[in-house]
């Protein structure tokens, strides 16, 4: 598994007046996630089969229910039951895909994450590696922080890598 990343915390900032500027309470997280997996096995198991994820990593990921629609189409809705910083936590999407380019729009809806942020996207595309071996699993994650107070989402960045790489074990584990 190899790992690039990159954060940026994109904002332009806002003036409370001509010499103060408030901190920025958007940002964004982009990282790689190299795996053995096809582009096509992981981006089938995420879009197709997403209540199959607990099978390859239970301590992360406990459950994803569907709650509207279909997996897999565009506008269905799914809860994800998670374990993040020792806890068990909930996640309820809308989902939005590009078949075609192995896309992934995770926007949350309700979930624990609203706490400490207004608003949390979660984009995964699947690539075929330049090595012409497994896949990139590039993600995005932006987000607007409730309030100064709040961290940035380092934690969540790592939990969406170790589930990655799980993810990627497990699918060619048999191979």
């Not at 940026?8 to 997996?37: C, H, Q, W, Y």
């Not at 997996?71 to 590009?98: M, N, P, Q, R």
């Not at 330049?130 to 960045?157: C, D, F, Q, T």
């Amino acid at each position: 598994m190899h790992i690039s990343s990159s954060s940026e915390n994109k904002i332009s900032l806002k003036s409370r007046s001509e010499t103060m500027a408030t901190p920025p309470l958007t940002g964004k997280l982009e990282f790689d996630v190299e795996i053995d997996a096809t582009p096509e096995q992981f981006y089938h198991l995420f879009a197709h089969n997403p209540h199959h994820v607990h099978h390859t990593s239970s301590e992360k990921v406990h459950s994803c229910d569907l709650h509207e629609g279909e997996f897999g189409k565009s506008g269905s809705i799914i809860c994800w039951k998670y374990v993040h910083e020792g806890k068990t936590k909930t996640a309820k999407h809308v989902l939005e895909f590009d078949h075609d380019n192995k896309v992934i729009i995770f926007n949350l809806l309700e979930g624990d994450l609203l706490e400490e942020y207004k608003s949390f996207v979660v984009t995964v595309q699947t690539l075929p590696n330049k090595n012409g071996k497994g896949s990139i699993a590039h993600w995005i994650v932006e987000y607007e922080m409730l309030h100064e107070g709040v961290g940035h989402p380092e934690s969540m960045r790592q939990f969406f890598i170790e589930l990655t790489a799980d993810m990627g074990a497990h699918l060619v584990k048999d191979e």
